[in-house]
T-cell receptor, first 114, second 110 residues
Framework: NAGVTQTPKFQVLKTGQSMTLQCAQD?????MSWYRQDPGMGLRLIHY???????DQGEVPNGYNVSRSTTEDFPLRLLSAAPSQTSVYFC?????????????FGQGTRLTVV | KNEVEQSPQNLTAQEGEFITINCSYS?????LHWLQQHPGGGIVSLFM???GKKKHGRLIATINIQEKHSSLHITASHPRDSAVYIC????????????FGKGTHLIIQP
């Protein structure tokens, strides 16, 4: 089982560049989400999706776009990278948002914006 | 929004010691998750619980719903247990339902 797969694992961008962080899951999960992890802070929700074609903003959505054309894939786009977006990004998926639902996380993408 | 507090923030112990990591939250929840993150690695789910106690190998997780508190215990700790342990609560509402603590950085020295 591949679970949740994120690519790339590491990326360095120059300020103003754009890029897409890829996330794919093979568990047929409806719910997918993107978080960023910064030193001294808990994971913060960027965007989430409750199913194909449905996305919504989380706590820190500015500077990021998402789309969900298939159940499996949930890419995160940085429109114009800024140093404040230097962070570790995690994609997660779960069957639902219900109480008994386990969350599965990817390996993370470590992004540096210079 | 639920506030999740973990303690301690950092913990260094010797191999073989009994470890306790605490998590407190401010609002009633439907479930609590304990997660593990090794340096440079991904996040792995250890436990999901809504009441009582769960055990997996040397790891034990407990939750007291009335006191809004959970503990993660590691018995006979080993250097491979060195990781960041994250508590996350599911409140059942809002965009995502998951609120995360800042994590406890555990180092087990041989």
């Amino acid at each position: 089982n591949a679970g949740v797969t994120q690519t790339p694992k590491f990326q360095v961008l120059k300020t103003g560049q754009s890029m897409t962080l890829q996330c794919a899951q093979d568990m047929n999960h409806e719910y997918m989400s993107w978080y960023r992890q910064d030193p001294g802070m808990g994971l913060r929700l960027i965007h989430y999706s409750v199913g194909a074609g449905i996305t919504d903003q989380g706590e820190v959505p500015n500077g990021y776009n998402v789309s969900r054309s298939t159940t499996e894939d949930f890419p995160l786009r940085l429109l114009s990278a800024a140093p404040s977006q230097t962070s570790v990004y995690f994609c997660a998926s779960s069957y639902s948002r219900g109480a008994g639902t386990e969350a599965f996380f990817g390996q993370g993408t470590r992004l540096t914006v210079v | 929004k639920n506030e999740v507090e973990q303690s301690p923030q950092n913990l260094t112990a010797q191999e073989g010691e009994f470890i306790t990591i605490n998590c407190s939250y401010s609002v009633g929840i439907s479930a609590l998750h304990w997660l593990q993150q090794h340096p440079g690695g991904g996040i792995v789910s250890l436990f999901m619980l809504s009441s009582g106690k769960k055990k997996h190998g040397r790891l034990i997780a407990t939750i007291n719903i009335q006191e809004k508190h959970s503990s993660l215990h590691i018995t006979a700790s080993h250097p491979r247990d060195s990781a960041v342990y994250i508590c996350a609560v599911r409140s059942g509402g809002g965009a995502d339902g998951l609120t995360f603590g800042k994590g406890t950085h555990l180092i087990i020295q041989p």
